[in-house]
């Protein structure tokens, strides 16, 4: 008994250590991401505008970065199964910056091109070890690919909308600036993470993996080659529909490039609130089931983009396609992870080329289809390999040999497992009655450590009264900051009260004298913004705090004292 409190302490305490490790890779990921797509969108536009790119010029910029991170990624998984990967991941995110900062300070045509390959091997890096360091607590919790999905997809509405604010003010310059700072952020993040727990493994053991990384890689692509196969065919249909998209929305409807943002914005936002959400039914129906009906939301995506009469119902449009992808991408990240074992960082380099090689393929066909075919018919033969999906990627998984259900994350702090079937009186069912037995003597024992996670959980709920005092501070600072913008004449409240409402409330705002009042004058705009933002966000929970407490207070039935 003397012995098991310090082995229970230590296993309580690396439990914390991966806890952290995780949380502080999350918060990477949302801070590389976000840069990450922006920097996706806006870079042909700034090719063509800043520097005088031609457009084949500007593909070549484009395809240099993907093809060297479609390239580089199965050597990054090799470095993050080797190394630490933490730095790995780190390196990769200090890379990303050092492309955004290039981006920034490029004059010419090569600066931009050395720019994109930093930026496609720093992507290699960082995206495979970040995946390879979420899938270690995958066996503890099903949900982390969830969560990353829903990190990444925050940090790049986020950077949406603040770099679509800020970039008639800041330039192009300023975003990739704050682009580069995002991404030194994450990577000291990453830094100082903690180490992955040290697994019980021999020297030798270790120095034998590392001598046949290459032939570990064959051997993990050879294994995972079906789901392979399944993610190319369906990400080429996806990158296609995608483009056709955005050249539909560019050519057809003559949008502009803030306009055609917020027609993705909404399903951007639903990815990221939806992912964690619908892991639950994948614990449900199966993994199976959910892939085959997200293909078939996808499909009918495409199918809809065809007849679709104008941006506003593309925009509805776009979060299915969303809400499918939240829950085909984490789903493919798991069984990924788990097929791979050990190899997490081999199985995802290799799965993410197979993604990247899709996306190219997508893209090129997409071009070929919008000058070559209606609009229509375009769409349609988009939707064939998304239905083919359908049949295709639930197959995929099942020949990778992993559970088709996995496990549930775990349940709140406080909730008793309750065993399943009913006990025996008799010993004829031994096996269950010991199962039962086991049940309760570890509910017993993790008693006291539930106790106190819950009463934990309450310290860490906010009352009413505190969340009511946090959005009066978060309005009080407000105030006082738009007050000062007024003094200086940098306002932008002032001018939206003032001037033509809805042009101020759709564009940037006035023009300024300099970058510095620039982005003086787009920080109180995007402020606003945010608070919007969190006032919906605050009133939403102490509305849900009101309905459940009458619940709570007035109990079911009379207590019978």
């Not at 229970?8 to 995780?22: F, I, P």
């Not at 936002?269 to 089931?289: C, D, N, Q, T, W």
């Not at 959980?457 to 906010?462: C, G, I, L, P, V």
Request: net charge positive; aromatic share 6%; proline share 6%.
């Amino acid at each position: 008994m003397t012995e098991h409190v310090p082995a229970t302490a230590g296993a309580e305490a690396d439990a914390r250590r991966r806890q952290r490790r995780e949380g502080n890779t999350l918060l990477a990921a949302m801070l590389t991401n976000g840069p990450n797509e922006l920097i996706d969108f806006v870079l042909p536009l700034w090719a063509g505008a800043a520097i005088g790119l031609s457009a084949t010029e500007v593909g070549v910029l484009l395809a240099v970065e993907m093809v060297l991170s479609m390239v580089f990624r199965p050597v990054s998984g090799v470095l993050a199964d080797t190394f630490e990967r933490r730095y790995v991941a780190s390196a990769g995110a200090a890379l990303y910056g050092v492309s955004a900062a290039g981006y920034a300070l490029a004059q010419s045509a090569p600066v931009a091109y050395t720019a994109a390959a930093v930026g496609g091997v720093g992507g290699a890096l960082l995206w495979v070890s970040v995946r390879a360091i979420i899938s270690e607590r995958l066996a503890e919790d099903s949900a982390v690919f969830p969560r990353l999905l829903s990190s990444q997809e925050t940090g790049a509405w986020v950077a949406f909308i603040a770099g679509l604010t800020l970039i008639a003010l800041i330039d192009y310059t300023g975003v990739f600036l704050a682009c580069a700072a995002a991404c030194a952020a994450a990577a000291v993040l990453l830094l100082v993470s903690p180490s992955r727990p040290q697994r019980p493994r021999a020297d030798t053991d270790k120095g034998a993996a590392e001598g046949t990384a290459a032939a570990g890689l064959g051997a993990v692509g050879r294994k995972l080659r079906p789901m392979l196969l399944a993610v190319v065919l369906t990400m080429t249909a996806e990158s296609a529909v995608s483009l056709l998209l955005l050249l539909h929305l560019q050519r057809g409807f003559d949008l502009e490039i803030g306009e055609i943002a917020y027609v993705f914005l909404p399903g951007a936002i639903a990815m990221s609130v939806a992912a964690e959400h619908l892991h639950r039914y994948v614990v449900r129906f199966g993994r199976s089931r959910v892939l085959m009906a997200a293909s078939l939301s996808s499909a009918g995506f495409a199918v809809g983009l065809a007849w679709a009469p104008n941006p506003f119902v593309i925009a509805g449009l776009w979060i299915l396609s969303g809400l499918a992808w939240a829950a085909v991408i984490p789903i493919g990240q798991a069984v990924i992870a788990e097929a791979s074992g050990e190899q997490a960082g081999r199985g995802m380099g290799v799965y993410e080329s197979a993604r990247l090689l899709g996306a190219l393929t997508g893209s090129l066909a997409a071009g070929v289809l919008y000058d070559s075919a209606d609009w229509t018919v375009a769409c349609l033969v988009a939707a064939v390999p998304l239905l083919a999906g359908a049949v295709v990627v639930p197959r995929a998984v099942r020949r990778l040999g992993v559970a088709d259900v996995p496990p549930p994350a775990p349940a709140p702090p406080g909730r008793p497992e309750k065993p399943q079937g009913p006990a025996t009186a008799d010993g004829a069912s031994g096996t269950e009655s010991r199962t039962e037995t086991d049940t309760r003597t570890a509910a017993a024992k993790r008693e006291p450590r539930r106790k106190e996670n819950q009463r934990e959980e309450k310290r860490k709920q906010k009352t009413p009264r505190q969340i009511r005092r946090e959005l009066g501070l978060h309005a009080a600072l407000f105030a006082v900051a738009q007050l000062v913008l007024l003094i200086v004449g940098l306002s932008w409240m002032r001018d939206l009260l003032t001037g033509d409402f809805g042009e101020l409330l759709l564009s940037g705002g006035r023009e300024q004298d300099s970058p510095v009042t620039g982005l003086l004058y787009g920080a109180g705009r995007l402020w606003t913004f945010i608070l919007i933002g969190d006032a919906l966000w605050q009133g939403g929970r102490l509305l849900v705090l009101a309905l459940r407490r009458p619940s709570r207070e007035s109990p079911s039935r009379p207590s019978g004292d």
